[in-house]
């Protein structure tokens, strides 16, 4: 009769998944991220909190070229994990060989961060994640029809969407909602600036004397890129031209002070990012130094905070080389590497 009885219950379980049950797919567990203090508190929609299964699903589907027209690109394509999340090209192909015009920024702390894209166009990670898919140089489909369909047929994702969100409908606010949980996992806490901190190494004489040029008015890092997140989440023009080709942040805000403004982009695993700028045009980090220690060039909306302009900061090639040492503390090899981050189809 038992026998009998859980045959029974086990028709009466297939019978209600075929109806995509809620309960059939599992309740996602939820994830806390664990951050030092001097991070602010995460940007977490309350409409998206972070699940182990959610996470799972954004790993597949930033790392599958099926979210691209023609299956060829990924997320994954132009964010490489050994780079930070960023390129090492200077500019990235999308679908077609097709090319932008601005440097593929890392990802990394993204969960504290306000403001994506060079301009800050987009004020969430989920936002964010739509431009790619329907950008022309980027993943360049049409609509989401044909991006959820794809989804829909395919022999993994069913399953994937059913234990990330309860049910098995696949819809465009699960695809950039499981993206986002999985770039807010992209958390870089163990440099060895952070293991400093924590007191647990010793900087070497060269990378104090960095730290310092950094943290005071000398070489005067610290205002726009600040100890922690090494961005203040904010746009200057840090005088780099001139005259402007790409308008940067103007475009976002059409105030004619953000003319040439970009965001500062993070500083940390700097290391791994090469090249440099919102155009890639620097190759090193010698450049780069070089760049900030010529003082960079006038115009009217370059930042206040550019004090050095036409003067330059006055470096000896000893404090630039301690400068550039004090940045390579900022490399943090178990983010780079770090399996939960990995292409998950490998
Ligand atoms: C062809 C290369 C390419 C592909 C493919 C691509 N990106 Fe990007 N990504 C870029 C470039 C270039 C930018 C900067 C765009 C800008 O400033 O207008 C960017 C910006 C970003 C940012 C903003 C980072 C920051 O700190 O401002 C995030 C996050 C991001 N991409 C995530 C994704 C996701 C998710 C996908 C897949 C759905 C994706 N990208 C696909 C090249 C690419
Ligand atoms: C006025 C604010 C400001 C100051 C001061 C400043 N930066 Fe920047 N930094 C920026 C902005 C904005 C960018 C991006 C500019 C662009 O791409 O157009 C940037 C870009 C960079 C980059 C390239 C990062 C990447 O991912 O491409 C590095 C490296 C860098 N800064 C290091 C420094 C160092 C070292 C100092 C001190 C000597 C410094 N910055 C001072 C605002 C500033």
């Known amino acids: 009769m038992d026998r009998y009885l859980s045959v029974i219950i086990i028709i009466i379980f297939f019978h209600s998944c075929d109806k995509y049950e809620p309960d059939c797919c599992g309740t996602p567990k939820p994830i806390n991220l664990s951050y030092p203090t001097s991070f602010p508190t995460p940007y977490n929609p309350l409409d998206n909190p972070i699940t182990e299964e959610g996470v799972n699903l954004g790993r597949h589907l930033f790392y599958d070229p099926i979210l691209s027209s023609d299956n060829t690109i990924s997320c994954a394509s132009c964010h490489k994990q050994e780079y930070a999340f960023g390129d090492n090209t200077q500019y990235s192909f999308g679908v077609n060989q097709s090319i932008g015009d601005r440097n593929a920024p890392t990802i990394i702390n993204a969960a504290f961060q306000s403001h994506f ?15 790619p898919i329907f950008n022309d140089i980027e993943l360049h489909n049409n609509n989401w029809s044909e991006v959820i369909h794809r989804l829909q047929v395919s022999s993994i994702y069913p399953d994937l969407f059913c234990e ?14 499981a993206i986002a949980q999985f770039e807010r ?120 905070l550019m004090k050095y302009i036409g003067v330059g900061l006055l470096l000896t090639s000893q404090e630039k080389m301690n400068l550039k040492a004090f940045l390579l503390t900022l490399s943090d090899e178990s983010f780079i590497n770090n399996e939960n981050f990995t292409n998950p189809f490998n």
Request: glycine share 8%; with cysteine.
């Open 117 to 131: 894209d060079w301009d800050g166009k987009n004020i969430s990670l989920e936002d964010q994640a739509q431009r």
């Open 164 to 177: 990330a969100f309860g049910d098995e409908l696949i819809d465009s606010i699960k695809v950039l909602n």
């Open 185 to 304: 996992t992209l958390v870089s806490v163990d440099s060895k600036f952070d293991q400093w901190l924590r007191g647990e190494v010793a900087f070497t004489e060269s990378e104090i004397d960095g730290f310092n040029i950094y943290s005071t008015e000398r070489g005067d890092c610290f205002h726009c890129h600040p100890i922690g997140l090494f961005t203040d989440n904010s746009f200057h023009n840090n005088g780099l031209d001139a005259e402007f080709i790409d308008l940067g942040r103007y475009n976002v805000t059409s105030n004619p002070l953000d003319q040439g403004a970009f965001k500062s982009p993070t500083l940390r695993n700097i290391e791994y990012s090469a090249p440099y700028m919102h155009d890639g045009r620097f190759g090193t980090l010698d450049e780069v130094i070089d760049f900030y220690n010529f003082g960079g060039y006038d115009s009217p909306t370059v930042d206040p």
